[in-house]
C-alpha cells in the first residue's frame, strides 16, 4: 500500500499493536504508572514531529519511516509489479487477481 501523501510503501497490518509493543519494550515493562507512561509519550511524540519534519522536508528516505521485513518487502515488490502489469495493459484483470491469491499473507 502507498502513503498517497509522500508516494511511500507503509505497512497497516497490526500497526498499532506493533506500535503498542514497541513503547513496552522501551518502558522495559507492560505495566507502567501514569508519570511513567507520559515521559515515553513524550519522548515518542518528539521522535515522530522530528519525523514529520523530514517527510515534509523530503529528507527522509522510505526505509526511515518502516524497516521491512524481507518478506514483506519481498511480497510488496510482487504487488508493484503485478499491479504495474495489469495498469499498463499486460495483465489482464483475471490474471491480475490470479496473480495475487497466491501471495498469500504470513505472519511476520
Request: proline share 2%; hydrophobic share 35%; glycine share 8%.
Given at each position: 500500500?502507498?502513503?498517497?501523501?509522500?508516494?511511500?510503501?507503509?505497512?497497516?497490518?497490526?500497526?498499532?499493536?506493533?506500535?503498542?509493543?514497541?513503547?513496552?519494550?522501551?518502558?522495559g515493562k507492560?505495566?507502567?504508572?501514569?508519570?511513567?507512561?507520559?515521559?515515553?509519550?513524550?519522548?515518542?511524540?518528539?521522535?515522530?514531529?522530528?519525523?514529520?519534519?523530514?517527510?515534509?522536508?523530503?529528507?527522509?528516505?522510505?526505509?526511515?519511516?518502516?524497516?521491512?521485513?524481507?518478506?514483506?518487502?519481498?511480497?510488496?515488490?510482487?504487488?508493484?509489479?503485478?499491479?504495474g502489469e495489469?495498469?499498463?495493459?499486460?495483465?489482464?484483470?483475471?490474471?491480475?487477481?490470479?496473480?495475487?491469491?497466491?501471495?498469500?499473507?504470513?505472519?511476520?
Amino acid at each position: 500500500m502507498k502513503d498517497c501523501r509522500f508516494g511511500m510503501y507503509i505497512m497497516t497490518n497490526n500497526h498499532l499493536e506493533g506500535w503498542h509493543n514497541r513503547l513496552n519494550r522501551k518502558a522495559g515493562k507492560s505495566h507502567n504508572g501514569f508519570y511513567e507512561l507520559l515521559e515515553l509519550l513524550i519522548a515518542e511524540q518528539g521522535v515522530m514531529d522530528t519525523l514529520i519534519q523530514q517527510v515534509l522536508s523530503g529528507n527522509v528516505a522510505v526505509g526511515d519511516l518502516r524497516r521491512f521485513n524481507k518478506v514483506y518487502a519481498q511480497k510488496q515488490r510482487q504487488v508493484a509489479q503485478y499491479t504495474g502489469e495489469y495498469t499498463n495493459g499486460r495483465r489482464t484483470l483475471e490474471q491480475f487477481l490470479e496473480a495475487l491469491m497466491y501471495i498469500t499473507p504470513e505472519p511476520i
